[in-house]
Each structure stands twice: as C-alpha cells, then as structure tokens.
C-alpha cells in the first residue's frame, strides 16, 4: 500500500510565538504569588497576567502602580520579564545554551534568525553573544549614569535599584516605571526639566530601538555609511527623520498653544525631543498626555503604530515598513516600475508584506478601538490612543486603562501579543509552509483609486 506518513514539522514562528506564550503564561502564575504584592494579598490572574503580558510584550502599559502594588520582588520578575521580551524569547534560550557550552543545532540557528530577522543562519552564535555584551554593556552604562540623580532623591540601595530598573526598561523599550511612589501612574514627569535623565533615557531608547543588526553593521563598518547595508541605511535614515521632524511639530505647534504658556524654552525642547521618541516605542512620558491637543495626540498615534526597526526591543510595524510604504507611493507618483532607495531596488514581494502589515495593524488598532469606546462609553480618540498603544508595544496612556472592564483588558492583551510577535509570525505560525501551485490564474484588471 502507498501510503506515506508526513512527519509533523514545527516552524520558527511557531516556536517563537510559543515561546513568548509560555514565558507570559509562568510569569502571570509567579506575579500571583503573595509575596509578590505590597499588601501580601495575592493579584487576580487578570492583573498579573495584564502585567506580565505587558512586560514580556515590553510595552508598559499596566493596571497596577507597579511601584506602589507589587513588592521588590514582584518588581524584580516584572524585570527579568521586560528583559526577556526585549531581547526575544529565542534569543535567551540560544544564550543560556551557549553560556552552558551545549551545541545549537540548525533549527536552534534558523529560529534565532527568524526571531532577530537576520539575513542568514550563518555566524547566528556569534551574533548572540555580540547582543548580550552589547545590551548588558549599554544597560549599565545608563544605570551608572543615572545612579547619582536617584541616588541623592533616594539613598544608595534604592538609587541603585532604580537606575538599573529604568535603564534596563528604558532599553527594551518597555516603559516600566517606579515613580508612583511620587504620584502613583505618573511616569517621569517629575523629570521634565532634568536633562541627565531625558537625554539618558532617549538615549537608551534609540539605541535598543534601532535593532541587533544594525548594531552589527555599526561595529563592522564604523562611520563608512556608503558601505552599510540597505536595510540599516533605511532603519538609521527613517529613525533620524521619525525624531526630528516630531519634534519640530512639538515644539513649533504643540507647546506654542496656551495650555503649554508656562514651559520655558529649555523645557519645550527638552518636552519636544522626549515626546517626539518615546511614543516609538518606549512608554515613558515627562509630560501629561491628556493636556496635549488632539492633533498632537494623533501624532503620537501614528509614531506609535510606527514603532521601532526589525530585530530590535521595540514592537509597532516598523521603520522599514513605512519606509517602504513611502518609497513604494513615490515610485507609483512618478510612473516607475518599481520603488528604490540608495541605488537599490525593492522587490514586489517585500512591498506584499509590507502593504500586509499595514492592513492587519490598521483593522486591529480601529476595531479594538471601537470596540473598546463601543463597551466602555469613552470618546474613540482616547480609546484608540489606547489600542495604538498596545499594538505599538508603546505603553503610553491618556489614563483609562486602570479604569478598563475585564473585556477591554483583554482586547489590549491581545494587541500587545500581536504587537511583540508581529503580524506575519502569526500568520505565518497558523499557515506553515508554502502552496506552490503548477498553473495560475488569467489576468484582469481592476481600477483602483
């Protein structure tokens, strides 16, 4: 009898998304533990699993002051999550194999990759311990720069403490913080005028925003950015316009209306430059969000749906996806065949993908939106501020979330998941392998437009 078993293969994205699953799933259990709260009560399942979803998803948003609600031991896992989730799942498990001197077989490599979107499977190891030196380096050095500010508000144990917390959220993008215990939800704003902390914590954020390969690409080729590979000259150009030209609109149009009178010019541009990067895709915020005008709210809106670069901290859709997005609308306005950018071309299949995540991220982010406002009674910009949140992994908050049914939280949890392991991985992981078909269909056209 010809009868043929296939063998069951799991993918990449498969393993990723279960990866991330899991990882949040024991985190929500170990934040329920009495001793993980201030109060020695243990945390409803949907609190701790909002927050260790929002922490392995580094997005920051939360339901509870994590200063003020959980003890320092339920700090300290919500950090080891952040930590976690900025540096991938994968990417942790490969490390901790590599540290105990295992061998990392082929599938180990490609799921590493796929999950730091690297162009090839080939020196993937000495990849990874390239991003650990590199993020435990650069983390350090923001703790140590910012220890003296905390250490003058808050002694020597706790300065330590919370220059290492902020740092290591402020890198990962996550957007965790310990200020409640000023103002409980109340993030940085009591930092708005402090420029070690401001240009420290942008800095971190930049810097593990751009992604792990584009690092790479900075150590090998220093300052020859001619010699640079397309996908990190596209990530640093878009980055470089994605803070100035915000923060031009901030500092401009924003802070020049009455509710902002009051803001000296040191502090305008100060409050210009955070606003204009942390909405990509860090959650901190100096300022309050809810004074800002409509029209700067939308403009974070779409900062945050932008989000970070490819195989980096950050979540969103992606520099190089707008950028590709752009370019592909410049080459259809001047009648080319195709989009380029530095003298390269881009393929059909990529501008596929990222018309694709595009329309995934726009329908999720308006219908939660709607749905949330629908359920909740809330006007739909504040609503949708909410949900572009949570699927940029951003964090930042007008103040509803805390105020959110068990449903609406929901909704936000899954933007969050979507948002950590994108679009593609999700279809990709339910959809696994590749329908090669002998014929295709006639061609038609059809008006668009």
Not at 171 to 196: E, W
Request: proline share 2%; glycine share 10%; charged share 10%.
């Amino acid at each position: 009898m010809g009868t043929s078993m296939r063998k069951k293969h799991i993918s990449s994205f498969q393993i990723i998304i279960f990866g991330f699953f899991m990882v949040i799933f024991i985190g929500s259990l170990i934040l329920m533990l009495p001793w993980a709260t201030q109060s020695g009560q243990s945390a409803s399942f949907a609190d701790a699993l909002f927050t260790s979803t929002s922490a392995v998803c580094v997005t920051g948003l939360i339901v509870q002051d994590t200063a003020t609600y959980w003890s320092e031991f339920g700090q300290f896992i919500i950090l080891i999550l952040i930590q976690i989730g900025g540096l991938g799942v994968v990417t942790m498990a490969v490390s901790f194999a590599v540290l105990s001197g295992r061998k990392i077989g082929l599938m180990q490599r490609s799921t590493m990759a796929e999950a730091i979107s690297a162009h090839q499977v080939g020196g993937i190891v000495r990849l990874t311990e390239f991003i650990l030196k590199t993020t435990f380096g650069i983390e350090c050095l923001g703790a140590v720069i910012m220890f003296p500010v905390f250490y003058k508000e808050f002694g020597f144990i706790k300065g330590i403490w919370y220059a290492v917390f902020h740092s290591v959220s402020a890198f990962c993008n996550a957007g965790f913080d310990l200020m409640g215990i000023k103002s409980q939800f109340s993030s940085l704003t009591s930092y708005a005028r402090h420029p070690v902390i401001n240009f420290t914590i942008m800095f971190l954020i930049i810097i593990g925003g751009i992604g792990f390969l584009t690092w790479g690409e900075m150590r090998a080729k220093k300052f020859k950015f001619k010699k640079y590979r397309l996908q990190a000259k596209v990530i640093l150009t878009s980055t470089l316009i994605l803070i100035i030209v915000p923060a031009l609109f901030f500092f401009f149009y924003e802070f020049s209306l009455d509710s902002w009178k009051n803001m000296s010019f040191g502090e305008r541009i100060l409050g210009a430059l955070f606003q204009s990067v942390t909405p990509r895709t860090a959650g901190f915020n100096t300022l309050d969000l809810a004074a800002f005008s409509e029209t700067g709210q939308a403009m974070i809106i779409c900062l945050m749906l932008i989000g970070g670069s490819p195989g980096s901290t950050a979540g969103g859709m992606k520099t190089t996806t707008a950028a590709v997005l752009v370019l592909s609308a410049a080459a259809v306005f001047a009648h080319r065949d195709s989009a380029s950018c530095f003298g390269r071309r881009i393929t059909d299949d990529i501008i596929k993908n990222a018309s694709t995540i595009l329309l995934m991220y726009l329908i999720l982010f308006l219908t939660g939106g709607m749905v949330i406002s629908c359920i909740e009674q809330l006007p739909i910009l504040t609503c949708l501020f909410e949900t572009a949140s949570a699927i940029g992994t951003v964090g930042l908050t007008l103040g509803i979330t805390p105020q959110l049914s068990l449903v609406s939280r929901f909704i936000l949890i899954g933007l969050m998941f979507f948002g950590r392991v994108g679009g593609l991985n999700l279809i990709f992981a339910a959809v696994s392998g590749k329908h090669v078909y002998a014929s295709k269909l006639p061609k038609e056209k059809i008006t668009v437009g």
